[in-house]
């Protein structure tokens, strides 16, 4: 539900993805690779990485807007994580962090997303 609150006159973009390698979160918790019948390799983590308009309604495409206009995060869940949990502060890393740990380029379109920050206050948090 927490994407469904980030929608926008302009336009929001969400990749969504998972994580197949060990991780730990923030909260400390670490998962570890698990698979099942016939190799069937379950997520350690799944994640969305998001990037819109600060105000949500500049009328520009979000190439067109310069850094300071842009917000942009990744919201990362273990696979384990507790039935019910809430989207938190805990949950989010900068896009650049999760570049690192994915080996992938979100928004490589986007020159400007300010990768390097994730402020929850941004994001309603």
């Excluded at 962090?97 to 920050?117: C, D, H, M, Q, R």
Aim: net charge positive; hydrophobic share 30%; proline share 4%.
């Amino acid at each position: 539900y927490f994407v469904n609150y980030q929608v926008c006159s302009d336009t929001l973009y969400t990749v969504i993805g998972c994580y197949f390698d060990e991780f730990t979160d923030k909260y400390g918790e670490t998962t570890k690779p698990k698979t099942i019948d016939k190799g069937t390799a379950y997520p350690t983590m799944f994640y969305y990485v998001l990037l819109r308009t600060k105000n949500g309604n500049t009328r520009k495409s979000v190439a067109q807007c310069s850094a300071n206009e842009l917000k942009c995060a990744a919201f990362v869940l273990r696979h384990t994580m507790e039935k019910g949990h809430k989207v938190q502060t805990q949950d989010m890393m900068t896009v650049e962090e999760l570049e690192k740990l994915t080996g992938f380029s979100y928004f490589p379109n986007v020159p400007n997303a300010p990768k390097n920050i994730a402020k929850a206050s941004d994001w309603g948090l």
